[in-house]
């Protein structure tokens, strides 16, 4: 009986250590809020053109800015790193969104900013001045993501 004992100890203590090992992956995503986005047709980001497919916006571990990474679906590729700002996302009650700003028939919808679910707060992308001041005079859509 003793060794049975021991054996389910050995096995309840394996488990909690696996659990606790497991436990930062799994909230990972929290803490750099990676976020997976699929666009029908290309989207403007600073200084690049995404096309159409699936990308993970994450949020890069920095002390003195808010830096995201742009990766593809499986994050074998960096495609883009961006400086954004916090920004307060209105109305979202907490979904992952994007705000696109319509930049007209010759050009891509810009990406003005992101949100990670269950976060009211974004990250809104630097463009450069002329750029901003274009996106600022565009109609802005909000594209919330889940129910």
Do not use: C
């Amino acid at each position: 009986m003793k060794k049975v004992a021991v054996v389910r100890n050995f096995v309840t203590v394996t488990f909690l250590l696996a659990f606790l090992i497991a436990l930062p992956v799994v909230r990972a995503d929290e803490r750099n809020q990676a976020t997976l986005f699929t666009f029908s047709q290309p989207v403007q980001i600073p200084g690049y053109v995404l096309p159409a497919g699936t990308y993970v916006f994450e949020l890069v571990n920095s002390f003195n800015h808010e830096i995201v990474r742009i990766s593809n679906a499986d994050r074998t590729n960096v495609i883009a790193v961006i400086q954004a700002v916090p920004t307060m996302q209105k109305g979202l009650s907490g979904k992952a969104a994007i705000i696109l700003a319509e930049r007209g028939a010759s050009q891509p919808e810009a990406i003005v900013a992101w949100s990670y679910p269950g976060s009211v707060q974004g990250h809104q992308f630097l463009y450069s001045k002329q750029v901003r001041e274009e996106v600022a005079k565009d109609k802005q859509d909000t594209i919330v993501f889940g129910h």
